[in-house]
């Protein structure tokens, strides 16, 4: 007799702009507490972040951080590692138009993040703040659920 076989898992892509670990404000307990609570939903989890974008205190990714998240939660994580056409590309946006979100939303970045969601092909699209809610526009993200994320 065959074993039943398990549903495939759902999966989850969620974009956070910052380092996550180790926690050091309230929205990094809201970020840390939506990730478990997805868990908890059922769904295979996918952090997508990047280097770009270091927190209000200036911390910046770390491998230590990344194992310490992936031991705590489980979860994957894909970090893009913005280089210098990301920060050239951020700092000419900033002098066109300073109060845009443009400069936020590399084409590099963009393109990352296409590329994992076509690798995946997760349910669920979560974007933390809508300054980066770009990386979810387009129809190619129909098959997925978006949702954007905001704690202010």
């Known amino acids: 007799m065959a074993r039943p076989t398990q549903p495939p898992r759902k999966k989850a892509l969620v974009f ?3 380092p996550a670990q180790p926690p050091r404000t309230g929205t990094h307990q809201v970020q840390l507490a939506d990730l478990r609570a997805l868990q908890k939903l059922g769904y295979e989890v996918t952090l997508f972040s990047s280097t770009l974008f270091p927190d209000s205190s200036g911390a910046s990714w770390q491998l230590d951080n990344i194992r310490e998240l992936q031991r705590k939660l489980g979860v994957a994580i894909h970090l893009y590692q ?24 590399t084409p590099w970045l963009l393109e990352e993040f296409r590329r994992l ?6 349910d669920l699209v979560i974007v933390h703040y809508a300054s980066w809610g770009k990386l979810a526009v387009g129809d190619e993200f129909a098959p997925a659920l978006r949702m954007m994320r905001s704690h202010d």
């Not at 913005?82 to 939303?105: A, I, T």
């Not at 969601?117 to 997760?122: N, R, W, Y």
């Open 16 to 18: 956070w702009p910052y």
């Open 82 to 105: 913005g280089g210098l056409l990301d920060r050239l590309f951020m700092h000419r946006q900033s002098l066109v138009c300073p109060e845009g979100w443009d400069q936020l939303n």
């Open 117 to 122: 969601f076509h690798g995946q092909a997760p």
